[in-house]
């Protein structure tokens, strides 16, 4: 794993910034790549190893405007990831922000803090 995973963000594809030096975990942007699992690919990866040893505290932020379904999964893959920092005896948070007054982003969120066992917040910008 490297310290840091960056991807320029696109008119289909979010900005990632994933820096462990910096401690800073973000995703915004729009998400609708035509194959989302080639793209969400290294991200995955990239949080996988970071699970394995991560920092004390992480935030981790995603700010989407949209997501197409097969960006869902993926995301949801992510997310699931993140537990092992848990399991690693470290402190996670997620931060799902979400545009006022845009109903499902803000279900999507509802759904994804429902099954997920790590701190999980919503936030309006």
Known sequence: MGKS?????TEDTPEV?????ANEFV??????????VEFYRPVISWVKA????PNPDTEFQIKLQYF?????????????????????????????FYEEGDELMEIKGQEFKS?????FELKVY
Request: glycine share 6%.
């Open 115 to 119: 099954v997920l066992s790590i701190p």
């Open 68 to 96: 197409n379904s097969s960006s869902v999964k993926q995301v949801s893959d992510l997310l699931v990831t993140l537990e092992g920092i848990i399991k690693a005896g470290k402190k996670v948070n997620v931060i799902w």
């Open 17 to 21: 910034t994933l820096d462990e030096e």
């Open 50 to 53: 970071y699970v394995q040893n």
């Open 5 to 9: 995973l960056k991807l320029k963000g």
């Open 27 to 36: 995703i915004s942007g729009r998400s609708l790549p035509e194959d989302a």
